[in-house]
């Protein structure tokens, strides 16, 4: 399968501090792309009441736009944000690759690479992991709890389904049925109806992207509160020091 366009898709809910890194993150991104492949980056603004949206028309100049949504939900904000990208793109739906992620993430400069190479040895959606750029809002041990619970395989695989690192292809991603406009989980959502419908599926771990380790997201029960209930974890079990 050769590719002839790549779209990134991010939502973004009043993220006008963290915004500029992940767009600058992905523009790079963008860039190491050969020159035979179109690119397009969709920033979907929803409920936003800061500079989200200003800044991300302001860095998008020709690289992509910006749609804007007030439905306070992250999977109806990925919907918006796809349904702008395919409108955008004319060509095969098998030849366009979606990529998504968060607007506090960090997304490194081979990410949109390493997709396509895996993409290309035959897989149609793929499931990254993440690392987290700061526990300083956390208490103290919350980083080993983190890192030593998050589940990597020997072989590589992981079981992690993360909206901010997840690529698929077109034509796989409408016979899914998409994103569905769940306030959370979303994510692990479309995962399972990829399977269903049998789509090739890889998780790998070597893929990954630096998210933020606010306390506070965006989305209810999402990875932020994850990441903050290991917080309880601590006094719940001793650490080990060893």
């Known amino acids: 399968m050769s590719f002839s366009h790549i779209v990134v898709l991010i939502p973004a809910r009043n ?7 992940c767009l600058r993150s992905v523009l790079k991104a963008c860039s190491a792309l050969p020159s035979n492949l179109t690119h397009d980056i969709i920033v979907a603004v929803d409920s936003s009441t800061d500079n989200t949206r200003s800044i991300a028309e302001r860095m998008l100049q020709g690289h992509g736009t910006v749609v804007e949504t007030d439905a306070g ?6 919907i918006h944000a796809a349904e702008m990208a395919l409108l955008r793109y004319v060509g095969p739906l ?9 607007a506090d993430c960090i997304v490194p400069e081979d990410w949109l690479l390493d997709q396509l190479a895996i993409a290309e040895s035959g897989f149609a959606a793929i499931a990254g992991t993440v690392d987290v750029d700061s526990f300083a809002e956390h208490s103290p041990g919350v980083d080993y709890l983190f890192r030593s619970t998050y589940t990597i395989h020997a072989d590589g695989t992981h079981p992690h389904v993360h909206g901010a690192n997840l690529g698929l292809r077109a034509d796989a991603y409408l016979r899914a049925g998409g994103w569905a406009g769940l306030a959370t989980a979303e994510d692990h959502d479309l995962w399972r109806r990829l399977h269903e419908t049998g789509t090739p599926r890889a998780s790998v771990a070597r893929l990954s992207v630096t998210t933020s380790g606010r306390r506070q997201g965006r989305a209810p029960l999402g990875f932020a509160g994850a990441l903050a209930a290991h917080n309880l974890g601590l006094h719940a079990r001793p650490l080990e020091t060893t």
């Open 94 to 102: 098998d030849r366009c690759w979606i990529a998504n992620t968060d």
């Open 15 to 21: 993220e006008e501090d963290l915004l500029p890194r």
């Open 73 to 78: 939900n992250v999977g109806r904000a990925r």
